[in-house]
């Protein structure tokens, strides 16, 4: 951290008074602290003198140690160690802090800082020849979504380009700083996108085109979404609920289930079937994997990477509940259970065989020496 000193005494004043409305407000931000703690009012007395003077000398230091009953080295120790605190004489009519760090610096905070030193000092906490402007680089001031930008008082001037900078140092320079616009400087409301909100606006959404709509039905879903079912566009018309319509859709569906009774692995195959139509193999296909009774103690399927609560559901409903199984699998039966699933190809790039292979062998201790990590 940079060494902050006071300024040279031929800057300072010999002595620090409030105003007479900023004395009652420093009586009153006193009185807000307990008995015993009013020395807490250090950090918003200094910063009020600082507003009222533009920096915080010596003398202001001390008086407000006195008014607080410390020790004037503690009082010295705050000030001194925060950075918002300026210690020597900055401009009278703007101090501009660029903000030099990632965001804005990406964005061009070198160009503002270029235009600082040209315009008003070369050296950073130096004023120019007439002293009304200074400028400093300092660190992230909470805007970088709006970079790059300085602060200016309490203003910030975001989305700045040098050559509006230039003409916000004019500004300031003769005496105009308060018709500055201050905020975004181009067509930009505070934070929202340029040109306008592109997202919750008041328009109606336009329908998608044909082309776009199937282009957006071509992308692949999930896996862990493979199994749920699918309606076509005129049975989702037919069906949306809403809270009011909710119970009775339920009611009706439950007729539905009763009405056509089916259990175990026949009725999940049957919703399975329903879901993705054609696309699915047919549970009756030679390659699909032999299923086996669930055991007392079947193995934690979701150990290997890439199953999930659901994956594993489905798996069950299969007849798959352990790692041997898996690790059987020969390579038409990987096909059909990852066309099954809807996966892609995802069985073989997370290598369910060899992972189910480990567990098979010896649980997680088997899996940590194969993989090097315990399985998730």
């Known amino acids: 951290m940079s060494v902050r000193r006071l300024a040279e005494d031929q800057f300072q004043p010999a002595a620090f008074a409030f105003s007479d409305d900023n004395a009652v407000w420093a009586e009153k931000t006193i009185n807000k602290y307990p008995e015993g703690r009013q020395q807490s009012a250090i950090i918003p007395l200094m910063m009020r003198a600082q507003e009222q003077e533009g920096w915080v000398t010596k003398a202001a230091i001390e008086k407000i140690a006195d008014m607080l009953d410390m020790a004037y080295i503690r009082a010295l120790e705050v000030a001194t160690f925060y950075t918002q605190f300026q210690l020597h004489p900055v401009g009278t009519r703007a101090h501009i ?33 007439d002293g009304t402007l200074s400028w400093e680089e300092v660190e992230c001031q909470g805007a970088c979504v709006n970079a790059p930008m300085v602060v200016i008082g309490k203003d910030t001037y975001e989305d700045l380009t040098p050559a509006r900078l230039e003409e916000i140092i004019d500004a300031f320079a003769a005496g105009k700083g308060s018709e500055v616009k201050t905020g975004p400087q181009i067509d930009r409301v505070f934070s929202a996108p340029e040109g306008g909100l592109t997202s919750l606006t008041s328009e109606e959404p336009k329908a998608k085109s044909t082309a776009t709509k199937a282009k957006a039905d071509a992308v692949s879903i999930p896996p862990s979404e493979a199994a749920r079912p ?29 009405a056509q009774p089916l259990s ?48 594993e559901s489905i798996l069950h409903e299969l007849g798959i509940f352990t790692f041997a199984q898996v690790a059987s699998w020969k390579k038409a039966e990987r096909e059909w259970v990852d066309g099954y699933l809807n996966f892609k190809g995802r069985i073989e790039r997370d290598d369910w065989i060899k992972q189910a292979k480990a567990l098979a062998k010896g649980g997680e201790a088997e899996y940590i020496k194969v993989f090097g990590k315990k399985p998730r």
């Open 264 to 311: 175990g692995t026949a009725a999940s195959a049957t919703v399975a079937e329903k879901a993705d139509g054609a696309q699915k193999p047919s549970l009756t296909d030679k390659n699909r994997p032999a299923g086996i009774e669930k055991p007392a103690q079947p193995d934690d399927l979701k150990l290997i990477s890439g199953v999930g609560p659901k994956i």
């Open 230 to 258: 699918k309606s076509t566009d005129a049975e989702t018309n037919q069906s949306l609920k809403t809270p009011a319509t909710a119970p009775a859709e339920a009611a009706k569906n439950a007729k539905a289930v009763e």
């Open 97 to 129: 802090q660029v903000c030099g760090t990632t965001p804005c610096m990406l964005r061009g905070s070198e160009g503002l800082i270029k235009i600082c030193k040209s315009r008003i000092n070369a050296h950073a906490l130096d004023r120019n020849a």
